[in-house]
């Protein structure tokens, strides 16, 4: 692949970089200046964004801030960076455009990719014009039939549970154990069909505990989802259907709905709205009373910048044969994703949710805060080493469903793709 350095083409910008912008601004810019000039992009763009933040709204600093983004690999925030970019900036459409086009390339995103660089052929800057076709070039032509593209993600790790019943171990029989090593594999097979906008998303997970195999546990789910653009949406729809299992026999049986509308704010932010439908029956007779419906609609708001920060609200109604496993919930959680260094990365997440039983013999509320820590090293060839340590904490009016868990687990992980 071609690599043309991004701030090559800053030099079309610098006329706009300072005028009219607050001492504190101008000195925040110039700090990402000298920042990115050292290579030390992480800082480049904290500068960067806290120079727009202070003022510096021009094209240079949303530019550079797209620059810094695609320097530290994060090519989805780049490519919408430079999507605002153009549409904020009609006179720098055709630039904004050749650069977005180098990030959904990076995304491996050849289609539109290629789009955004036909865009930026429309440029009367020879640089941009040959850099474009170069672009194309390499691309080769549009593919005339669908082909389907094939992408994943692969873990399985080892770790300890010390409440794997979710229970107060004071109410389990003797025979019963709470706690267990555990070893779990998880992953994602996601198929898209080339010109057709349909995707194929299956997952699965299988957990084993050797002292505590009453719950042991496996599930897949397949979904089925037609994506399409609706002015600045985009839109998601399709059936879903799922399976699990519970020490050996079938546990839930589900067939569902799901819909999801999706758009960029700008500066960094997007918008995601789901609503998700499942009707469910029992697997296995012993599990009858979880036959019933599920219905959920989740709400987040997230920015993407030198870190990664996801705010969402699910809201969750369920209708079950037997009313004491019926619940309804409300979930706020906050999840945040930083790049500590080249190789290493780290996610924190905060998850408090409610849960109402009005109909159950003895009606109750729970309440659950759970707090995860997880870090991860990149290793060779797109594998992926992970600690994670999660604590949870289950308050209810009933006291046998209350609760405390701790769980930590190290896995090992590789994602693929077939392009």
Excluded at 3 to 20: H, K, N, S, Y
Excluded at 248 to 275: I, K, M, N, P, Y
Excluded at 302 to 322: F, K, N
């Amino acid at each position: 692949m071609l690599q043309v350095p991004l701030l090559a083409t800053a030099c079309l910008l610098l006329t706009f970089a300072r005028a009219g912008m607050a001492a504190d601004a101008s000195a925040l810019f110039a700090d990402g200046e000298r920042a990115f000039a050292a290579g030390d992009y992480h800082q480049a763009l904290q500068s960067f964004t806290a120079a727009r933040e202070a003022g510096s709204a021009g094209p240079s600093t949303h530019y550079n801030i797209g620059v810094c983004q695609y320097r530290l690999s994060d090519y989805v925030a780049a490519e919408a960076t430079f999507a605002a970019l153009a549409a904020e900036f009609p006179a720098l459409r055709e630039l904004a455009e050749y650069n977005r086009g180098l990030a959904l390339r990076a995304q491996g995103n050849a289609a539109e990719a290629r789009v955004a660089f036909e865009r930026a052929r429309a440029s009367g800057d020879d640089k941009i014009l040959a850099l474009a076709n170069a672009q194309l070039g390499e691309l080769g032509p549009a593919r005339t039939a669908a082909r389907t593209r094939w992408s994943g993600w692969f873990s399985g790790g080892l770790g300890y549970d010390d409440n794997v019943a979710l229970v107060d171990e004071l109410v389990l029989p003797s025979a019963f154990s709470s706690s267990s090593p555990l070893a779990e594999a998880l992953g994602l097979l996601s198929g898209d069909f080339g010109v057709v906008p349909l995707r194929l998303d299956a997952t699965g997970y299988l957990v084993r505990y050797p002292d505590a195999n009453e719950f042991d546990q496996s599930g897949v789910r397949v979904a089925l989802t037609f994506d399409q653009q609706v002015g600045s949406w985009l839109l998601g729809v399709g059936p879903t259907l799922g399976r699990s299992t519970l020490d050996g026999d079938g546990f839930e049986e589900t067939l569902g709905a799901d819909l999801r509308l999706r758009r960029s704010l700008g500066a960094g932010f997007d918008f995601d709205a789901r609503v998700v439908y499942d009707d469910t029956d029992a697997g296995d007779a012993r599990f009858a009373y979880l036959a019933g419906s599920r219905r959920q609609l989740r709400l987040a708001v997230q920015h993407l910048a030198s870190a990664r920060v996801r705010v969402g609200y699910d809201l969750e109604h369920s209708d079950r044969a037997d009313p004491g496993v019926a619940a309804s919930r409300q979930r706020l959680y906050v999840t945040y994703r930083r790049r500590l260094s080249d190789a290493w990365t780290g996610d924190a997440a905060l998850f408090h949710r409610t849960s109402r039983y009005d109909e159950a013999s003895v009606p109750r509320t729970e309440r659950l805060l759970e707090l995860s820590f997880v870090a991860s090293r990149e290793l060779r060839n797109a594998w992926t080493l992970s600690a994670e340590y999660r604590w949870s904490e289950n308050d209810s009016n009933v006291d046998t469903f209350s609760y405390d868990r701790t769980r930590v687990a190290v896995s090992l992980s590789r994602s693929f793709d077939d392009d």
